[in-house]
């Protein structure tokens, strides 16, 4: 029995209780939160934040860690799932802006300034101390980085730690949750009643490229090439093969291959400018290509060459050295026009059309071979690592304050990996992680995270929520969590007439909130316009919620 008890409470006269009992409360802390999040009530779960409260539940029955090593486990915690973030949406990042994007990140903008007028609201009408305040909000709107962020600036300022934070955010985030789901349930049917059908007809249109066959009617490109026709019209396609009508040869594509009335072509197109690819050529026909150019194959290749990572596609030259094409490049699960300035990254899946020898060639110069993304790439990790947290020290001094603004160990590793992520691969760096290696990351340190939390805020927090209170944070946190999502949801169907599959993205990320992007792809299975909003605005919307909670810290403590 005795044994048992060191285990859980540690052994007297050693740092945090011994290495074993750290370990053990760590892991149990974890395993058994995963196990809870893995129970659904109406299709709905909490996922790891299960783990925050089997922390908290830890804590108030003894069995925790040592406050310094606690400090040290949540922050690196902290720290590797923001990174594993940014590498994951750095990609697409500044891309994201295109096509709506600016729109979609004014609304998470709108959705942030509401949330700091409604925490101010909620203090100056009464009497809640500011690092209570800053904790609701950081749990309302699920933002763990958030909730680091203020602790961290709070410990600046004062040189102690306000306990306080961390049990706002632990008895608002429930509620959080829940608030953005209910949120987004609600304005299905109150505002987009009437468009209820077209949202489902909408829902079917993949964001992804897809193949179309167009016979040519059009006189006016007779003779022309393609890199002509292409330079006259702001489209982005690729033609794969063509079928002469004269001849009935086929040929793969190049840029000087010509255009006459009457031939049959397969293009690779975004769904967006079908029609008018269909009203400049001509007309859409059906043609079985696997069997008109049999002596043609269509082969999907990865880039696993380290020679290849940021090289554009114009660079190989592989339609005139090998007579191939490539027709699109799918990365992390999104399908790219291969246009001739995209870069190449490691890990892109291209689809290679040619014959079959010469598709070998190409296969050998593009490496495909899978074993090679295996082993992951350490050194960017962490030099990224260590460039981002002395990014988070860096102190950013703002007129008529008097203490300086830091990104802090969330804010800085997060730009850090969004940058080198994007621009990494045009200086010959090697980015590239598997997704299931960048997931691993990603949930064992939100896992150390949240543990580290719950286990540092369960001493008080059964006594805060029954006899401090606790149960009126609750309900501050719904005031910060609903309000403004209902009234960006308003902004959105009738100021930026946002759709509403998209419109639920973003206010997942406006939230940084996963377990109602979960949600939200359940409400949009047909496509991925969910996730593609929730991506858009994610970083800003983090690195928002970063700035604002160590703000308001810093002005009203």
């Given amino acids: 029995m005795d044994f048992i008890l060191t285990l859980l409470e540690g052994a007297q006269g050693q740092w945090s209780g011994g290495v074993a009992h750290s370990m053990i409360i760590l892991a149990l802390t974890i395993a058994f939160g995963v196990m809870l999040g893995r129970i659904k009530v109406a299709g709905i779960s909490f996922g790891v934040t299960w783990i925050l409260f089997v922390g908290i539940l830890f804590a108030h029955f003894g069995c925790t860690l040592d406050s310094n090593l606690l400090h040290f486990v949540k922050e690196f915690g902290l720290i590797l799932f923001v990174f594993s973030i940014g590498l994951q949406v750095g990609p697409g990042f500044f891309s994201s802006f295109k096509s709506g994007g600016i729109t979609l990140c004014m609304l998470t903008c709108t959705i942030v300034l509401f949330d700091i007028l409604a925490a101010i609201g909620v203090y100056f009408a009464t009497d809640t101390p500011i690092t209570t305040v800053t904790g609701i909000l950081s749990g309302a709107v699920t933002n763990t980085p958030g909730l680091g962020a203020a602790q961290q600036a709070y410990r600046d300022i004062t040189g102690t730690s306000a306990t306080d934070i961390a049990l706002g955010y632990s008895v608002a985030y429930p509620l959080g949750v829940i608030g953005c789901i209910l949120s987004m349930l609600a304005i299905k049917p109150l505002l987009y009643k009437k468009d209820l059908a077209a949202i489902t007809d909408e829902s079917k249109k993949e964001l992804k490229v897809e193949p179309l066959t167009i016979e040519v009617k059009n006189p006016t490109i007779a003779g022309k090439t393609l890199e002509e026709i292409r330079r006259t019209q702001n489209y982005d396609f690729v033609v794969s093969r063509i079928m002469h009508n004269a001849t009935k040869e086929i040929e793969i594509a190049n840029s000087n291959s010509t255009m006459q009335v009457g031939d049959k072509f397969l293009v690779i197109v975004r769904p967006s400018q079908r029609e008018s690819l269909l009203n400049l050529f001509g007309t859409e026909c059906i ?271």
């Fill in 287 to 557: 043609v079985d290509w696997n069997k008109a150019g049999a002596q043609f194959k269509s082969k999907k290749l990865i880039v696993t060459n380290p020679k290849l990572n940021g090289v554009a596609l114009a660079k190989l030259n592989l339609r005139n050295n090998f007579q191939v094409n490539l027709t699109r490049v799918n990365r992390a699960g999104i399908d790219l026009v291969a246009a001739p300035d995209l870069r190449l990254q490691l890990g892109d899946i291209v689809t290679v059309v040619g014959m079959d020898s010469a598709v070998g060639s190409v296969k050998r110069i593009l490496g495909d071979s899978r074993k090679h993304l295996d082993h992951p790439n350490l050194i960017p990790i962490f030099i990224g690592i260590a460039l981002g947290c002395a990014l988070g020290s860096l102190p950013i001094f703002i007129p008529g304050m008097s203490q300086p603004v830091k990104l802090g160990l969330a804010g800085g590793p997060l730009v850090v990996a969004i940058l080198i992520s994007y621009f990494g691969p045009k200086y010959k760096l090697v980015t590239y992680t598997t997704m299931s290696a960048n997931l691993m990351i990603r949930e064992i340190g939100i896992s150390l995270f949240l543990a580290c939390v719950g286990l540092e805020a369960g001493k008080a927090f059964v006594d805060t929520l029954v006899n401090n209170n606790g149960f009126m944070w609750v309900l501050y946190g719904a005031i910060i969590t609903i309000a403004p999502l209902l009234i960006a949801g308003i902004a959105g169907r009738f100021i930026f007439k946002i759709p509403y599959n998209t419109l639920i993205g973003v206010m997942s990320g406006s939230c940084t909130n996963p377990p109602a992007l979960a949600f939200a792809n359940e409400q949009d299975k047909n496509s991925d316009k969910a996730s593609v909003g929730y991506a858009t605005v994610y970083p800003l919307a983090m690195f928002l919620r970063i700035l604002t909670a160590q703000l308001m810290i810093l002005i009203f403590c």
